[in-house]
């Protein structure tokens, strides 16, 4: 079964289309060390909560949008192997370079975390 990685992140709202850019160049290496696919999803429709919500967990500001992204890999192992090239490739890659392809957010605020799948449908 596969594996994914999931983030919830705070983008300032003008900074939507250098978002775009900067996950369609990061996303394009994580393709190359084997992920499946790479989804980079822009707040459209995010209740407010009574306890807590997706503002919250990020500290979105008030001209921010909350993202949600995933990258699903074919399996932990790959994943793994993939995460454990990311230092290199930061040092090494352009593409991952933090001077070359800033993130347009504060990764501070950014969480994430990996996940073993449970239930999965497919039509």
């Not at 594996?3 to 300032?12: R, T």
């Not at 890999?73 to 040092?91: H, I, Q, S, V």
Request: charged residues 30%; hydrophobic residues 40%; aromatic residues 10%.
């Amino acid at each position: 079964m596969s594996y994914i990685d999931g983030f919830v992140l705070a983008v300032p709202t003008d900074n939507r289309q250098q978002f775009i850019e900067h996950a369609k160049t990061a996303d394009s290496v994580f393709l190359e060390l084997g992920a499946l696919r790479v989804l980079e999803c822009w707040g459209d429709d995010i209740p407010k909560g009574k306890v807590t919500d997706f503002y919250g967990a990020v500290q979105a500001k008030p001209e921010e949008t909350v993202v949600f992204s995933w990258i699903e890999w074919p399996d932990k192992a790959t994943r793994d192997a993939a995460m454990g090239r990311m230092e290199e490739l930061m040092k090494t890659d352009p593409r991952m370079s933090p001077e070359k392809n800033p993130m347009p957010f504060d990764g501070m605020r950014l969480i994430y975390g990996g996940f073993s799948p449970v239930v999965e449908l497919r039509k």
